[in-house]
């Protein structure tokens, strides 16, 4: 694959016939250098043995759960489950033979009721986790640095808040990849405008938690709403239109978004704060 972009890259740049100046030949050469050098420092690599992500879509919501699990351990976790698929994520664990040991939030989310109450009804012993800064009720509380293990694997606890006050990043460094919540999206953001919101707070979590980590790494957003899955965090260094600015800059841009009210923060939040499972809507309830 990599080699095939490259040759691409390589051909298309080379075989021009106005191609015989010295001058444009060099400028030319640079250009395929930097392009190789984006392409190569961007290139996920490949996941360890026995470490699956399914990456699942709520087209309401626009949300991404993830299923993670080690296959040979049978081990498996859901990282931002949404209460109207939790059957959905329930018998896809089942149907893979694996065991739902905890069901994850990356925040107290406004805009869909969480699946992890619903998940501990349907898979028996499933364990809920939100971070302790959150102030939303489940089994484990979270903190920076604190590590999450199912099987062989682990994530860890990185607290990226701005979005809202509890939110936290997980990172699998052996898989090297970043599970971002609502703190960085793809080309975008989560809004900072309720929930103790902050750009300031949101600028510096992504700076110090994120983009520290290494260009490679793959970004998987709790949404898109564009059709995007993924992203790097290379990628999102050098094209991320809101977080290439400065800080000042960037506050500026995210005080004025003038975005409407969230359509289900009403009956979202007060539900998130108990784990998805009390006061829930007359059509969510079970
Ligand atoms: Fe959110």
Same mark, same amino acid.
Do not use: W
């Given at each position: ?139 484990? +509380?979270?903190?920076?640095? @604190? $590590?999450?293990?199912?099987? #062989? ?7 990226? %808040?701005? =979005? ?96 409407? +009210?969230?359509?289900?923060? @009403? $009956?979202?939040?007060?539900? #998130? ?7 829930? %809507?007359? =059509?969510?309830?079970?």
């Amino acid at each position: 694959m990599i080699q095939c972009l490259l040759s691409t890259v390589f051909r298309g740049r080379c075989g021009y016939p106005s191609d015989n100046k010295p001058f444009l030949r060099f400028s030319n050469h640079l250009e395929s250098m930097k392009g190789i050098h984006i392409l190569r420092s961007i290139m996920p690599k490949p996941f360890s043995e026995n470490f699956l992500l399914r990456q699942l879509f709520d087209r309401e919501s626009c949300t991404y759960t993830y299923l993670l699990a080690d296959v040979k351990a049978c081990e498996a976790i859901l990282i931002d489950p949404v209460i109207e698929l939790a059957e959905r994520d329930a018998n896809l664990v089942k149907d893979l033979g694996l065991n739902l040991k905890y069901a994850i939030n990356t925040h107290m989310h406004a805009d869909h009721i969480t699946g992890t109450g619903k998940l501990k009804k349907l898979i028996p012993g499933c364990q809920s986790i939100i971070s302790k800064a959150a102030g939303a009720k489940a089994d484990i +509380y979270v903190e920076n640095k @604190d $590590e999450i293990k199912f099987g #062989n694997f682990k994530l860890e606890v990185r607290s990226t %808040p701005g =979005h809202t006050n509890g939110c936290v990043s997980y990172v699998d460094h052996d898989q090297a990849v970043v599970f971002t919540g609502d703190t960085l999206l793809i080309r975008g953001c989560g809004r900072t405008d309720f929930q103790e919101g902050s750009p300031e707070r949101l600028y510096n979590s992504v700076y110090q938690q994120i983009f520290s980590l290494p260009d490679h790494y793959t970004v998987y957003p709790a949404h898109d709403y564009k059709g995007f899955t993924a992203s790097t965090v290379g990628e999102e260094k050098r094209y991320n239109p809101r977080l290439t600015k400065g800080k000042d800059e960037f506050t500026t841009i995210m005080n004025n978004l003038n975005l409407p +009210y969230p359509k289900k923060i @009403d $009956e979202s939040l007060p539900a #998130n704060k108990v784990c998805g499972l009390q006061d829930l %809507p007359d =059509h969510l309830k079970f």
